[in-house]
T-cell receptor
């Protein structure tokens, strides 16, 4: 089955800096790659997703890139703010299956 | 639209007791998923329903866990008998028949289970 590796497990940045979180997946048939943000005590919330027929997608300060050949995808957050502090999860799936999540990255943005 | 509803929000039980968690998905969502997050670690897949059928239960840890989805609507996850290592936050999520870009899953708020 699918296996998703996520790095780093923790990331500390200064407000205004950029943050990058990287994931790799094992199943070349996976075609959908969402990113979720989970704030303390709350439910995971979808922040951005990308399909395998797209290499990059951007939504304001957040972008995701996908390299299908290398089976890598990354989350980029620019101009980080304290409210970006949370745990971020990447995930992958192929059609008809459940999302498999990475182990999460705890992002801390200090002002 | 109403979101995914889970209850109870918290449950504290003694080792050996039984607990039943419930999830009400978004109306019209055929896909329902159970996940567990233990000790702040990864969101680990447990089970996937399509309507009332178990599509994939490969993540269920052992036969102390039993999931049902009556009539393809709400789902229950029963743990019997509960062990200390079952403690964690159990999340339910639902999605439409096919993953819709920009939608993904909608998660419930989770049930925090503590086994003492």
């Amino acid at each position: 089955g699918e296996n998703v590796e996520q790095h780093p497990s923790t990331l500390s940045v200064q407000e205004g800096d950029s943050a990058v979180i990287k994931c790799t997946y094992s199943d070349s048939a996976s075609n959908y790659f969402p990113w979720y943000k989970q704030e303390l005590g709350k439910r995971p919330q979808l922040i951005i997703d990308i399909r395998s027929n797209v290499g990059e997608k951007k939504d304001q300060r957040i972008a995701v890139t996908l390299n299908k050949t290398a089976k890598h995808f990354s989350l980029h957050i620019t101009e980080t703010q304290p409210e970006d502090s949370a745990v971020y999860f990447c995930a992958a799936r192929k059609a008809g299956t459940a999302l498999i999540f990475g182990k999460g990255t705890t992002l801390s943005v200090s002002s | 639209e109403a979101g995914v509803t889970q209850f109870p929000s918290h449950s504290v039980i003694e080792k050996g007791q039984t607990v039943t968690l419930r999830c009400d998905p978004i109306s019209g969502h055929d896909n329902l998923y159970w996940y567990r997050r233990v000790m702040g670690k990864e969101i680990k897949f447990l089970l996937h329903f399509v309507k009332e059928s178990k599509q994939d239960e490969s993540g269920m840890p052992n036969n102390r866990f039993l999931a049902e989805r009556t009539g393809g609507t709400y789902s229950t996850l029963k743990v019997q008998p509960a062990e200390l290592e079952d403690s964690g936050v159990y999340f339910c999520a639902s999605s439409q028949a096919a993953a819709v870009p920009g939608r993904g899953y909608t998660f419930g708020s989770g049930t925090r289970l503590t086994v003492v």
